[in-house]
């Protein structure tokens, strides 16, 4: 097992609906690496995923979405699915959870549908992202670089296109969190620098 995500602290943001592969696959990546992994939502209790045509299975809502805060997160995960996205571009408290995360820097992978919430947060003006075909578009109007690559890192910005893709995303998106550095790790640098 690897522990290169040990100590890190992800918020994977989900709607009824969600692509159960593109939540559970990276969640066990993520937890394998070394990561806390939180399923947060504006559903209390449970969220059901959506499995290609057909609904999927329940998944514990570990923290409700009033209840999350940015600043306990050193990362943010959006699986796709079309519902889930659909569901959270349209809700005030999901778009400013999002927001504070790219306000602060803090690293987001986003697959399949997943980038709609992207837009409606104002990440993806002048970055290069991939994503669902269908949303090809609706990115390049909101002033992306849509590009049809399996996986695409910009800055911290981590996009794919599909179930497909999950194996080059997952690794990818641990690269890019294994990057960050929580607060705790600022303060230490900060204060061994004044030393």
């Known amino acids: 097992m690897s522990n290169e995500l040990r100590g890190k602290r992800v918020a994977a943001?989900?709607?009824?609906?969600f692509e159960q592969s593109e939540l559970d696959e990276p969640r066990q990546a993520l937890e394998a690496a070394g990561a806390t992994v939180h399923v947060v939502s504006p559903q209390s209790g449970k969220v059901l995923g959506w499995e290609r045509k057909h609904w999927g299975?329940?998944?514990?809502?570990?923290?409700p979405l009033e209840a999350a805060s940015?600043?306990?997160?050193?990362?943010?995960l959006l699986p796709g699915g079309v519902m889930s996205p659909d569901r959270l571009r349209t809700n005030h408290q999901a778009i400013a959870f999002v927001k504070a995360f790219v306000d602060a820097g803090k690293?987001?992978?986003?697959?399949?549908?997943?980038?709609?919430?992207?837009?409606?947060?104002g990440a993806v003006e002048g970055r290069t992202v991939t994503s669902w075909p269908s949303l090809r578009t609706d990115l390049r109007n909101a002033g992306a670089n849509w590009v049809d690559q399996e996986v695409v890192n910009d800055n911290g910005l981590v996009t794919s296109r599909k179930p497909d893709d999950i194996p080059a995303f997952n690794r990818t998106m641990i690269e890019e969190f294994a990057e960050v550095r929580d607060s705790r790790d600022r303060r230490e640098l900060t204060g061994a620098a004044r030393r």
């Open 70 to 76: 940015a600043d306990d997160y050193n990362a943010l």
């Open 13 to 17: 943001l989900v709607e009824q609906g």
């Open 107 to 121: 690293p987001i992978a986003s697959i399949c549908h997943g980038p709609w919430t992207l837009i409606e947060a």
């Open 57 to 63: 299975h329940e998944v514990s809502v570990d923290r």
